[in-house]
Every structure is written in C-alpha cells, then in structure tokens.
C-alpha cells in the first residue's frame, strides 16, 4: 500500500497569502495525484489530477506540481473560501490511498 | 447533472450487516468505475472499495477485505455497498464516488454523494 503523508497538519495564514501544502508518497506514483478541497459539512471536491492539470471550473489561483514521491498543492493567494481541508489521493495503483490532510486555517 | 444519492446507512450493532445503496444519474453510468469513500466522524478520508464498469476488476482496502462486497447493476444505475460482520470502527459517513476517466479502474474521484451515516454501536 502506497502511503501519502501531507504537511503540515495545519496553516495558519490569512487571506491573501500564499498557501503551499505537501504531498509526500512512500513510494513513486508518477505523476498519479490529485488534490482535493472539503469544507465542513460538505463531500469533497477535486481540484488537481495527475498532479498538475486543474479540474473543470478550479480557479487558476490553484496550482499544483511534483512527480514521483514528492508534490506540492500552492494557492497563490488565498480567498476566503479557500479555508478548508485538503487532501491528496494517488491513482497509480490499488489499494487507491488519500493522505491525512491540511487544514488550512485563518490566522 | 451528474448526482449520486446514497441509502441504506443508519444504526446497527456490532457484527451485523447493512447494505448501501447509491443511485446515479446525469451520465452513462456503465462509461465508469465507481467507488465508496468513507470518512469517520472529524478523521480523513478513507478509500473502502471500487468496481470497474463490467464488474470485471473490484479493489478493497485491507480494513474491509472479506467483510464489505461492492457490486453494481448497470440496468439500475446503482451502486452497492455489502457491509458484512461491523466493527465499531466502521463508524462513518460513506460516500458513493465516480471515476473521472471513461473506463479507468482505477481513478480519481470528480462526483460524491452526500454520503450516507452508518453507526456501529450496541
């Protein structure tokens, strides 16, 4: 099982800054990782696939990067709904696995 | 507009079963896999199983291997989830996913249910 460690655990930052969040696997998925935005009360929603390319109607203020063992999620400057957790998941092969998350949070 | 609707979630004590359900509508459900995601009351995201479009490739997570059997009636455009012998750490809101690619086994996940609630408690 490929294991997906994010960092850190949570940001605190405020709105307008820049937000960069990491993605780490135990092994290589290529370029096989996505990125996911949850809101509280809400089913998460896919911002990033096959780590860089964004999903329909993602804002360009999300980007993301990395190949192999190593990704990073960047907001280039945060707006008030960007406050959320974040998850990354990888594709390469089953079992599918999600990394543990970013909260990113308003200071 | 793509929606999937999950059922069948609720109360149920340990070692007994439920089954999940999930409705699609809003695109060729047999283009796609499918999948359960579950997430435990304030913890992460936990992938629990998927099938392929023709049921020809399923996929478990470790932690409900031989216990949970996912299946999928393309004529009904539904989705299953055989939860059999809970623990109470199946405790969890679990949502219905679909695959992003046409045809891919395995995928990311570009709609989610709501999720449906199943309590493992005595």
């Known amino acids: 099982e490929i294991v997906l460690t994010q960092s850190p655990a949570t940001l605190s930052l405020s709105p307008g800054e820049r937000a960069t969040l990491s993605c780490r696997a135990s092994?290589?998925?290529?370029?096989?990782l996505g990125w996911y935005q949850q809101k509280p009360g809400q089913a998460p929603r896919l911002l990033i696939y096959?780590?860089?390319t964004r999903a329909t109607g993602i804002p360009a203020r999300f980007s993301g990067s990395g190949s192999g063992t190593d990704f990073t999620l960047t907001i280039s400057s945060l707006e008030p709904e960007d406050f959320a957790v974040y998850y990354c998941q990888q594709r390469n092969n089953w079992p599918l696995t999600f990394g543990g998350g970013t909260k990113v949070e308003i200071k | 507009e793509v929606q999937l609707v999950e059922s069948g979630g609720g109360l149920v004590q340990p070692g007994r079963s439920l089954r999940l359900s999930c409705e699609a509508s809003?695109?060729?459900?047999?283009?796609?896999?499918m999948y359960w995601v579950r997430q435990a009351p304030g913890k992460g995201l936990e992938w629990v199983s998927g099938i392929n479009w023709n049921s020809g490739s399923i996929g478990y997570a470790d932690s409900v291997k031989g216990r949970f059997t996912i299946s999928r009636d393309n004529a009904k455009n539904s989705l299953y989830l055989q939860m059999n012998s809970l623990r109470p750490e199946d405790t969890a809101l679990y949502y219905c996913?679909?695959?992003?690619?046409?045809?891919?086994?395995?995928?990311?996940?570009?709609?989610w249910g709501q999720g449906a609630l199943v309590t493992v408690s005595s």
């Open positions: 096959d780590a860089s």
């Open positions: 092994q290589s998925v290529s370029s096989y």
């Open positions: 996913a679909k695959a992003r690619e046409m045809i891919a086994v395995v995928s990311y996940f570009d709609y």
């Open positions: 809003g695109f060729i459900f047999n283009d796609y896999a």
